[in-house]
């Protein structure tokens, strides 16, 4: 079926900063005294819903989510950058696109903002605020569809983590995997996505499912 609709992650897909955001969460569950390191944490959390990460953090002192959220947001504004190739894809793409990310809206401007990639997204940005379930249910997904109607079946997934590859597959999307990131291709393979390496060449792996 032809291609209507492509549906991207934000983090790690558009902006870089998984990074910023395993290294900012490891030094701040430390701080609760789990014995962790940012290998760990990359694999237990990215792409992760807040809802899950909530329920698997549990109960925290008072101040302690402030003062991640102050020295999230501080590194983001100080080191965010966009995916390298990403742009040149965004210009090459000559079909309906948006964003779904499992963030909170507040954080998705900001990146978005940060890295300059925000007029390209305008009106079309989705967070897991706007559902019941977030990744890797397929909530998100489907809404970000109907919203921009487009059938599932029309779409096209791009995304950086099983939690993300798992909500696309559900809900009866086509998805590519970028396996370029934190996330080691060994846990992208067998779950139903075609790996890429380099996001400039996305629109090429679209048009070769069309």
């Given amino acids: 079926m032809a291609v209507e609709l492509v549906i991207f992650d934000c983090d790690g897909v558009l902006v870089d ?25 990359a694999e237990r959390f990215v792409g992760c819903s807040n809802e899950y990460w909530d329920e ?14 102050q020295e999230y947001t501080a590194a983001i504004k100080a080191e965010l950058c966009a995916i390298e190739g990403i742009e040149s894809a965004l210009d090459r793409l000559d079909i309906p696109y948006c964003v779904a990310s499992n963030g909170r809206h507040a954080a998705i401007r900001d990146s978005l903002e940060v890295t300059g990639l925000a007029p390209r997204f305008d009106g079309r940005v989705f967070s897991a605020e706007d559902v019941t379930r977030g990744k890797p249910a397929p909530d998100l997904f489907l809404h970000a569809a109907a919203t921009m109607g487009a059938p ?7 995304e950086d983590s099983p939690f993300g590859v798992t909500a696309a597959m559900s809900a009866g999307m086509r998805c590519l995997a970028f396996a370029g990131g934190l996330t080691p291709p060994s846990r992208l393979t067998g779950l139903g996505a075609t790996l890429f390496h380099d996001p400039a060449t996305i629109p090429d792996l679209i048009a070769d499912l069309i």
């Fill in 17 to 41: 900063s998984e990074r910023i955001s395993v290294r900012v969460g490891t030094a701040a569950l430390r701080r609760l005294g789990w014995t962790i390191d940012e290998t760990e944490y």
């Fill in 56 to 69: 698997q953090v549990g109960q925290t002192p008072p101040g302690w989510y402030e003062q991640i959220s």
């Fill in 152 to 158: 599932p079946e029309s779409c096209v997934v791009i």
